[in-house]
């Protein structure tokens, strides 16, 4: 079966100091990968995808997301955090065609930004 | 702008009653979904629709019901058969469904509690 794992809850971070938010993923054949962030009380805003080619992905508000396929991973990376991007960031697969394209998403991991 | 609408924002359920959230949108998608969230799990599919008059049971589909009778507009019932409807339910559209690797787009949700 198909599953996202965020295998951590919190990361703290200082503003201005680089981010990692880890996911990993299992799936049968290519991965088609997502991460979005929510704030609160609000919904999934989209950040980037990883369909194929360039491993390094580039998205919005200067995110940015390594696929490593010999790891099974898609980290989602900043080089310079901001306290806005405080939030909680979900890390998603898509699923098996037969099933609507189903996002199937890790259980989230919370970041916060210090000033 | 285009995007998704989701009514209310907030929701209460007396015991043994049904209600309905509404969800609604113009990105002229085929593909909408219910996801609920609950803290700490994630999201989780309830039920998602690839064309009008057609849906399809996710992987919580108990206590719930859906219609698609419109491209715009897919609503979700929570019924008196839900135990446990205090979450928060997010609807998402794609243009397509299996298969497709674009992104969902997600209306800002509604938080349904019991009283």
């Known amino acids: 079966a198909q599953s996202v794992a965020q295998p951590e809850d919190q990361v703290n971070v200082a503003e201005g100091n680089p981010l990692t938010v880890k996911c990993t993923y299992s799936?049968?054949?290519?991965?088609?990968l997502f991460w979005y962030v929510q704030y609160p009380n609000r919904g999934l805003q989209f950040l980037l995808k990883?369909?194929?080619?360039?491993?390094l992905v580039k998205g919005s508000y200067g995110f940015e997301a390594e696929f490593n396929k010999s790891q099974t991973s898609f980290h989602l990376k900043k080089p310079s955090a901001l306290v806005s991007d405080s939030a909680l960031y979900f890390c998603?697969?898509?699923?098996?065609?037969?099933?609507?394209?189903?996002?199937?998403f890790g259980q989230g991991t919370e970041l916060s930004v210090k000033p | 702008d285009g995007g998704i609408t989701q009514s209310p924002k907030y929701l209460f359920r007396k015991e043994g009653q049904n209600v309905t959230l509404s969800c609604e949108q113009n990105?002229?998608?085929?593909?909408m979904y219910w996801y609920r969230q609950d803290p700490g799990q994630g999201l989780r599919l309830i039920y998602y629709?690839?064309?009008?008059?057609?849906?399809q049971k996710g992987d919580i589909a108990e206590g719930y019901s859906v219609s698609r009778e419109k491209k715009e507009s897919f609503p979700l019932t929570v019924t008196s058969a839900q135990k446990n409807p205090t979450a928060f339910y997010l609807c998402?559209?794609?243009?397509?469904?299996?298969?497709?690797?674009?992104?969902?787009?997600f209306g800002d949700g509604t938080r349904l509690s019991i009283l």
């Open positions: 990883y369909i194929t080619g360039d491993n």
């Open positions: 998402a559209s794609s243009i397509r469904g299996g298969g497709s690797n674009q992104p969902q787009h």
């Open positions: 990105l002229n998608h085929d593909a």
């Open positions: 799936v049968s054949g290519n991965p088609y």
């Open positions: 998603a697969v898509r699923g098996p065609y037969n099933q609507g394209g189903k996002l199937i």
């Open positions: 629709s690839q064309i009008v008059n057609d849906f």
